[in-house]
C-alpha cells in the first residue's frame, strides 16, 4: 500500500544519499592525496582574436591525474573541493602553477599571452585570492597584466566588501577581471557599474544555439553592445563549428574559445602553439 511505499521510498532516498556521501567521504581522501603527491596538473585552452585570430589568451583549466581512473576533468572533483575546503589549498596550488608556468615559458623564449585563472566563489571569499596572485607575480617575476581572474555572477550576488576590494586592488595592480558564463546567474547589472571587470565570457549556452536561434543572436549582439559601452571586451565561450566563428566575427565579440580553435592543451605543446601566431583554419582553406 501507499503507506508501505512511502517508507521503501523513504529509506531507498536515504540509502541513495547515503551511498553519495561515502562516494564523496572517499573522494576527499584521494583529494587529500593528490595534494600532497601532486597528481593535480593544469592544460590550457587557447583564446583567439575573433578577427584576425591570432592567439590572444590562454585559460588554465584544472586536470586530476587520478592514479587509477586516469585524467579527469574538473566536474568529477570540484565540488567536492569545494564543498571540503580542500578548494582553497588546489586553488592556491593553481594560481603558483600558472605563474611559474609563464616565468619557464619566457625562460625558454615563449612569451605566452595573459592566463586566465577560474576562482570558485567559495575560495573567493575563504582565502585571500589577492594576495595569493599578486605575491606570485612578485616571486615569479612577470607583468601583473599577464594575470586574469576569473569570476561568476554567483560571487557578486551578495554585495561583499571583501570581494568588492579584493577585486579593485587586482584591478589596480594591472591584474584582468573576467565574468565567466556571463547571463547564466540571475544577478543583477549593477555589478556591472560598481566593479572593476573588464571581460565577459559569454556562456556557451548562447553560442549553441546561435545558428538556429534568431534570440540567441540578439542576446550576443546586446551583450557585446553592453560590454563595449562599458569598456569591457567579449569573449565568446564554446565555439565548435566554422558556422559559429563567422556568425559570431560579425556579431562584435571581440575573442574567441573553443574546440573549433583549439581543445584545452598539455603545457608541453605550449611552445610548438605559439611558434605559430595565429590559428589557421585548415578546415576553411581545404
Ligand atoms: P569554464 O571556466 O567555463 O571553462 C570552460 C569549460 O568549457 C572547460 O571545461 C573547457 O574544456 C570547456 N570547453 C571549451 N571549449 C569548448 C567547446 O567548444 N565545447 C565544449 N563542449 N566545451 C568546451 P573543463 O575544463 O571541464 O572545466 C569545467 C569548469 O570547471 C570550468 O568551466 C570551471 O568553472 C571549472 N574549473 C576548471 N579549472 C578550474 C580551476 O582551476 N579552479 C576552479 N575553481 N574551477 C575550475
Ligand atoms: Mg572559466
Ligand atoms: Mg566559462
Ligand atoms: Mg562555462
Known sequence: DAKANGRNCHRFFSEGMNQIAQADAALENELRDALSQEQFALEYQPIVDAKTLEYVGLEALIRWDHPSRGRLLPVQFIRV???TGLMDHMGKWVIAEVCRQIRTSADEGVDLPRVAINISPRQFQNQNVCDEILKNIKLHNIEPSKIVVEITEELLLDNN????????????????????????????LQYLRDLPANCLKIDRTFVSRIEHSAADRAIIGTISHLAHALDMRVIA?????????????????DEIQGFKIARPQRAENLKKLFDQQRYTNRSAEG
Open 81 to 83: 573541493a569545494d564543498d
Open 161 to 188: 566588501e571583501h570581494v568588492s576590494n579584493s577585486l579593485n586592488r587586482l584591478r589596480r595592480h594591472g591584474v584582468g577581471i573576467s565574468i565567466d558564463d556571463f547571463g547564466t546567474g540571475y544577478s543583477s
Open 237 to 253: 565561450e564554446g565555439v565548435e563549428n566554422d558556422a559559429q566563428l563567422e556568425l559570431l566575427q560579425v556579431s562584435g565579440v
